[in-house]
């Protein structure tokens, strides 16, 4: 169970088109859902706590225009990356939260997409 | 700015050793304190969660500490073997906030 799946795993785009990544809880019902970048040899840093229903929340230094995040149903939560420029390369994971206290909750992940922004 | 460090980076035992390695946060404000494993083009799959200082957690080969007061997990594998071979993320968390990820333990089992 709690199985979390990514599409595209990659994806090679051309600078100034958009990317849309989709991110699923295929045997759960996620009401938040994470958001995370990856630069090579550094932290996953969270980017946005995407919630069921609402807007997505964003942390400082990410801009919300650039990256759209809509969380429409509890399974499914989509992050687009608008005019896409080189600097956006990056690989980009998703979690959902899993069930639990709030001391004990899990965070599933799907396996990430890389993106290459030419 | 939270910070979370691991160690070592990067570290390549054989097979058949046993080996540990490091998660270091505040130790202020201490919430709770996962471990993930993460193999390459797969998922990070989630081993422990431990809230208490002192906890200690076992699943089959691997075992992890936790000492709240002076900020830092230790998490252990008994007799390595090459399935072993990923890496072993910490991400710690404080009350009501988001996880805060270390970059990482690569680990490499040699044959």
Known sequence: G????????????????????ECRSLDFQATTMF???????????????SNEGSKATYEQGVEKDKFLINHASLTLSTLTVTSAHPEDSSFYICSARGGGTPSTYEQYFGPGTRLTVT | ILNVEQSPQSLHVQEGDSTNFTCSFPSSNFY????YRWETAKSPEALFVMTLNGDEKKKGRISATLNTKEGYSYLYIKGSQPEDSATYLCAFRLYGQNFVFGPGTRLSVLP
């Open chain 1, 35 to 49: 958001w995370y970048r990856q630069f090579p040899k550094q932290s996953l840093m969270l980017m946005a706590t």
């Open chain 2, 32 to 35: 709770a304190l996962h471990w």
């Open chain 1, 2 to 21: 709690a199985v979390v799946s990514q599409h595209p795993s990659r994806v090679i785009c051309k600078s100034g088109t958009s990317v849309k990544i």
